[in-house]
């Protein structure tokens, strides 16, 4: 069955830190992968996507992901945070359109910025 | 671009009222919008595949009576939670994928509805 996994529950980085948020996920075929970002009280915003291609992805907001398929990988990097980038992160991993489309979420990060 | 409003933000009713939420893509059209409903603290769970034309799609354990869905427009989805309890008090957040039939695209969410049952 397809999961997707979030080790960490919550993490905490001093603005100007480096970042890096762990995803793993379980699918049988090519996976679509999805990183969204969810302020409290507030629906997800997407960061960035990877269907096929290049397997470094650049998003928004200055995140980048890499799809690691030896792995089964796809982690969310920032090279320097921002306080505001404070917040609740969901990795996904998403069936093709023609098999639903639905999107199996990862339990969720939390991350704390310091200042 | 790709902009879903949800409505209303915020609901507080008595138990055993029915309530409606609105579900709106506002500058695309979706054959395809889906339900969540989050509680704290934790991660979304897709409730139901809402499909312009057609019935909804559950998933298993949710109540199809319970959480009516309709979806008559390419740019609406309706959820009607009926004779609502306090065990229904959740966060319900919609999403839609923008495109007609075939659509290679990601979903885009709402804002979600914060729904309090006394």
């Known amino acids: 069955a397809q999961s997707v996994t979030q080790p960490d529950i919550h993490i905490t980085v001093s603005e100007g830190a480096s970042l890096e948020l762990r995803c793993n996920y379980s699918y049988g075929a090519t996976p679509y992968l999805f990183w969204y970002v969810q302020s409290p009280g507030q629906g997800l915003q997407l960061l960035l996507k990877?269907?096929?291609?290049?397997?470094l992805v650049q998003g928004i907001k200055g995140f980048e992901a890499e799809f690691k398929r030896s792995q089964s990988s796809f982690n969310l990097r920032k090279p320097s945070v921002h306080w505001s980038d404070a917040a609740e992160y969901f990795c996904?991993?998403?069936?093709?359109?023609?098999?639903?489309?639905?999107?199996?979420f990862g339990q969720g990060t939390e991350l704390s910025v310091k200042p | 671009g790709a902009v879903v409003s949800q409505h209303p933000s915020w609901v507080i009713c008595k138990s055993g009222t029915s309530v409606k939420i609105e579900c709106r893509s506002l500058?695309?059209?979706?054959?395809?919008m889906f339900w969540y409903r989050q509680f704290p603290k934790q991660s979304l769970m897709l409730m139901a595949t809402s499909n312009e034309g057609s019935k909804a799609t559950y998933e298993q354990g949710v109540e199809k009576d319970k959480f009516l869905i309709n979806h008559a427009s390419l740019t609406l989805s309706t959820l009607t939670v009926t004779s609502a309890h306090p065990e229904d008090s959740s966060f319900y957040i919609c999403s839609a994928i923008p495109g007609v039939g075939y659509s290679n695209q990601p979903q885009h969410f709402g804002d979600g509805t914060r729904l309090s049952i006394l």
């Open positions: 990877y269907f096929s291609g290049d397997t």
């Open positions: 996904a991993v998403g069936e093709g359109y023609n098999q639903g489309g639905k999107l199996i």
């Open positions: 500058d695309f059209q979706a054959t395809t």
